[in-house]
């Protein structure tokens, strides 16, 4: 399954935010556990293992890459206007803090 995660929406999903690095290392792990395909992408630049998407919005280059799948997809992003343009055709839709925790990434305090 290819799994498109929404790199800083992720990250930004719970305080305190996982580093870009921390992230694409745990997708990476998940992704191979799971036997999925991740691409984790970020606007602008990117740590190694994830896409940068240079001048384009991370959300404008997930919208047009899901637009030409023709293969069932995951999105992995809490963003509803990104969820409304590329998650139409998605088998599934993951929020960014649950996917989080997902990955053993979640931070929030247990009480």
Not at 50 to 55: E, I
Not at 76 to 84: I, K
């Amino acid at each position: 399954m290819l799994v498109l995660v929404d790199g800083r929406n992720v990250q930004r999903s719970r305080w305190p935010n996982v580093s870009s690095e921390q992230l694409v290392s745990a997708v990476e792990r998940w992704a191979a556990g799971e036997g999925h395909e991740a691409v984790v992408v970020f606007d602008g630049s990117a740590p190694d293992g994830a896409v940068g998407t240079g001048g384009e919005s991370a959300d404008d280059w997930i919208a047009r890459r899901a637009g030409e799948l023709e293969e069932p997809f995951w999105l992995v992003t809490s963003d509803r206007e990104l969820r409304r343009r590329a998650g139409e055709r998605a088998e599934r839709i993951v929020g960014g803090g649950s996917f989080l925790g997902v990955l053993g990434l979640d931070r929030r305090p247990r009480g």
